[in-house]
């Protein structure tokens, strides 16, 4: 069969032909042997079947439905979106173009598309000076305003849990709020890295440990098995659920208002249309004069909305403004 090769570095293009089923062996003895950036420009399974081309229409076709689905962008990256779905497609045998029919009539399909497609970096102590003022400057003064009701921290986008256990763990820290009157909301779109949040589960010289102080890896956690486990009552205070960002429906129904939000380097994977969509959501179940704390390389640009950028030393944040109404509301509650 002939298989076409794009040595992408040098955009240079050639064939060669290959047996059934040797396909894996020869690219990847030209990775090795090469040690050179080698990409697929179309994957074919083991029966020969072409699930996709160099220039495909079906990818075009799923990167829609993609952006569409949960708001990541691949149309200017298809190369990308290609290099990530073709296991996927040999072992469906589908084309690119088939695999979008299937999706349409798989929804569970899209838990498996989600979790090939989605970046989930995280680590503790993540841009830890946005950690630090919400947790010992923007929590107490939201304490203060409201005594007598949990303040409610939405942590989204959470991937494998390390920022809302942060959160739990420089509240017990800062021992200015008991911890019982903080409720930590941590949800993601996909549903494996959920499951290992849920676990809190660590393995040793993981990368999520790359800030940690030592005081709190000290503290709280266990070592355990060849990692670190999370301490219950750190992991007590966080509940996790599945959630798409663009699902303004459930943001509705299962979050509801919220004091403070988290949402940290996932917007850079979105476009400028989507990003308002998904503001609009967060500034909607944000209560008058909530936080809302965006990752250091994203910013909310004219959006209208009544959120202001408040500036601190080390950091930024932005607040909902409160009508006149709503503080006097505030100060009784
Ligand atoms: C790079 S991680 C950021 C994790 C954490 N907020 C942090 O800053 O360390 C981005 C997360 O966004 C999630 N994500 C991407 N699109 C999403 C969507 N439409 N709805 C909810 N989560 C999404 C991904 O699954 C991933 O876990």
Redesign the pocket.
Known sequence: MNCKMQLTKYRFSFNFDHEDGKFEEIYHFLLNFLSLDLKIGAYYTNKGKEVMGVRDEGLEKLSDMIYDY???VFIDRLDTLRDKLGKRLIELELTAWEYGDFLMHNSPEWDVL?ELL??????FY?EENQLNECCSIVLPQLKEINKYRPIRIW?????TG??PYTLSMLIHESGQILPGNVEIMA????KK?LEKAKKGWYKDGSLAFRRIPKHLLENYFTEEEGGYQIKPYIQKMVTFRH????DDKKIDEEIGKVDII?C???LI?FDQLMINKVIESLYRVLTPGGFLFL?HAESIKDSGLGLKKVNTHRTFYYRKETTQHEEVQNTRS
């Open positions: 949960c708001g990541l989600v989605t970046i989930n970096e995280s680590y993540r942590s989204a986008a959470c991937s390390e920022e949800t993601d779109i996909n890295v959630l798409n960002l663009l988290l940290r380097n996932v994977y990752g």
